[in-house]
């Protein structure tokens, strides 16, 4: 060995705090060499086995890896390089990579990430550059970067970006470049960029702004002094909306034109009665620009002197639940006495807040289940002979006197009605039926016995004045035209001629 090889072995050493040497071995189908293994583009599913614990850069981009199993990074503690892009994580566990306390750059672009955990990024006190772009983040919470105190790079574009929280960027003091362009933010609070004392490069472009009274303090910090960090590209911040000022740039609308409305929130009705263990729907309506965030909370009161129907139980009453800002509905299931109490229905928006008070109140007696319906009446139809139900069975007696009573009545009044029509039925029947005729075909009997009976032979056509056509029968012309007189005189005792005469029967 040569005489200075502890010397600089000792210094590599100390170059190196906390960070173990490269050990030999290589996982299956990547290559390894240096400090660096290569396993891109092999369709892996997690982070494979077998990866030297010295190794010092590690490639792991374009694959289908969708997790970090927890503890799955812990033994390379030497990394100082890690590329995850383009593969499938939808989520980082708090702590994933708590033992990579030497690495400098991780790149998590173009996968699935749709929230970040306070504590994803825990142990990475040396962490420089963070890539993020190209995911599906919609918020950044407060103190989601905290862990990074020596972070410079934090790349955020290409996301779904609608919000970030005043304290989002809390602790990220060494931030030299933010790029936050290609997103959905509507507005940024001077609050938001506070913690970034050492920022150097802003990137705003290619977001929808809402041009209103929030971003008054945009436009007036880029003309004072923010257009430093902003290139001749990024100071072109469009407004999207309102509609007057959509497609100008911030810097050409006058402060006067960045106006807000105060929200105004209306309730109806501002006291209900509730009965315990229904559900009961409260709607909170708000207006204002922008659109104000619509919260229902509980308001704490003091027990004493409160009616027993609206004292908290015991722990508290249950939250009715987080802000709901699409329909501003309150809703509360199964009620409970101790959802009883004030709520307050909380309007906010860059241009003030407004709240309205709402009173619930619970009825301690539980409403009677409804008592089912009678059947139905049968339907009409012909009169029934069966017998009627005894007085004494179960559906009869459960009727009343007078009802019982009005029943039998109407039911003997149809029975008579019935009987009634069949007599008057059968009268007229018989009065239709003709009388027995004389032996002999042609006779013909009109409905006039008084003399006789006639037939065709005697009946004479005849028209009055009117020319009305009548028949008039002719009792002097014999009942058979073709019967000789001989014949008549001998005639038996059953036929006898009436002396002559007429009768008018109408046609």
């Avoid at 906390?18 to 660096?36: E, F, H, I, L, V």
């Avoid at 860059?350 to 709402?358: K, L, Q, S």
């Avoid at 059968?426 to 006639?454: H, I, M, Q, T």
Wanted: hydrophobic share 40%; charged share 20%.
């Amino acid at each position: 060995m040569a005489p200075g090889a502890p010397t600089l072995l000792l210094l590599w050493l100390l170059w190196l705090p906390g960070c173990p040497p490269r050990a030999a071995g290589c996982p299956a189908a990547c290559r390894c060499y240096s400090a660096t293994v290569e396993c891109g583009a092999l369709r892996l599913r997690g982070v494979p086995p077998g990866i030297p614990p010295g190794t010092q850069t590690l490639f792991l981009q374009d694959n289908s890896i969708a997790r970090l199993d927890p503890g799955i990074l812990a033994p390379l503690a030497a990394l100082r390089r890690l590329y995850l892009h383009n593969n499938s994580l939808r989520a980082l566990e708090p702590g994933a990579f708590r033992a990579q306390s030497c690495l400098l750059e991780l790149a998590l672009t173009g996968n699935r990430l749709r929230g970040l955990r306070v504590g994803a990024f825990a142990g990475l006190a040396q962490l420089r550059a963070l890539y993020l772009a190209g995911n599906q983040l919609g918020q950044l919470l407060d103190f989601t970067f905290l862990h990074l105190p020596r972070l410079q790079e934090l790349h955020l574009q290409d996301n779904s970006i609608e919000l970030l929280e005043d304290q989002a960027l809390a602790g990220l003091s060494s931030l030299a470049l933010l790029d936050l362009s290609r997103n959905h933010l509507g507005t940024l609070s001077r609050e938001a960029l506070r913690p970034l004392a050492s920022l150097q490069v802003l990137r705003l472009t290619e977001n929808p702004w809402r041009c209103d009274c929030a971003l008054h303090w945009l436009g007036a910090w880029i003309k004072e002094g923010g257009q430093r960090l902003l290139s001749s590209r990024d100071k072109k911040i469009v407004c999207a909306e309102p509609p007057r000022l959509a497609l100008q740039s911030l810097l050409d609308v006058s402060g006067s034109s960045l106006i807000c409305i105060p929200p105004s929130v209306h309730v109806e009705p501002l006291e209900v009665t509730a009965n315990l263990g229904e559900d009961l729907r409260v709607a909170c309506q708000a207006s204002g620009y922008p659109q104000p965030l619509v919260t229902w909370r509980k308001v704490a009161q003091p027990r004493d002197g409160q009616p027993r129907a609206q004292a908290q139980a015991e722990g508290g009453a249950p939250r009715p639940g987080g802000p709901d800002t699409g329909s501003g509905m309150l809703f509360l299931s199964n009620i409970t006495l101790a959802h009883a109490g004030k709520y307050e229905c909380e309007a906010s928006n860059a241009g003030g807040a407004a709240r309205v008070p709402f009173q619930l109140l619970v009825n301690l007696s539980r409403p009677q289940p409804p008592q089912p319906a009678p059947p139905p009446p049968p339907p009409a139809g012909p009169v029934s002979h069966e017998p009627l139900q005894e007085a004494g069975s179960m559906a009869f007696r459960a009727l009343g006197l007078a009802t019982q009573t009005a029943v039998a009545a109407a039911i003997a009044l149809l029975a008579l009605t019935a009987l009634l029509l069949a007599a008057m039925i059968c009268r007229r029947r018989r009065k239709r039926k003709k009388a027995p005729g004389p032996p002999g075909e042609g006779a013909l009997f009109v409905n006039d016995y008084s003399d006789g009976p006639c037939t065709f032979a005697q009946l004479e056509e005849l028209r009055d004045e009117r020319g009305h056509e009548m028949f008039v029968i002719d009792r002097s012309k014999p009942l058979f035209a073709d019967v000789p007189t001989e014949a008549a005189d001998g005639a038996g005792p059953g036929l006898l001629l009436q002396p002559p005469a007429a009768y008018e029967i109408h046609c």
